[in-house]
């Protein structure tokens, strides 16, 4: 399938930027849309992007996705450490799943090394910032 590629954002990545620069960086919401964007255009190929604070508004999102988007770039935020129903639409679209972490979650807090999506997801990067999301991309056009 050569649809586009989602890229999700869980609660608070519209605030990075702003939010913790010292853990999340300078770089905003936008700056991650658009260096995807500029990834999956090297590769000819296409992004859709969705920010959501709200589970539901998510699950939603990755419902639309079945038969439509070829894969997920997810970064869950704060769900990925609690919401199985989340984990449990991922895999409704049945299309490979990249998880992102823009810090190094497992050098964070205890109740950060735990994520639901993790086991689920076809790859998990973290701790490189929004290059992850590039990497994340790039992978995804590459296999």
Partial sequence: MTGPILVLNGPN?????TRQPEVYGADTLDDVVELCRKTAAR??????????????????????????NSAIVINPGGLTHTSV??????VIPEVPIVEVHISNVHAREEFRHHSFVSPIAT???????????????EFLCTR
Avoid: K, P, T
């Fill in 13 to 17: 990545l519209n605030m990075l930027g």
């Fill in 43 to 68: 590769f000819g190929r296409e992004v859709e992007d969705f920010q959501s604070n709200h589970e539901g508004a998510l699950i939603d999102r990755i419902h639309a996705a079945r038969g439509v």
């Fill in 85 to 90: 129903a989340l984990r449990d639409a991922l």
């Fill in 123 to 137: 790859a998990v990067i973290a701790g490189m910032g929004i290059q992850g999301y590039a990497a994340a991309v």
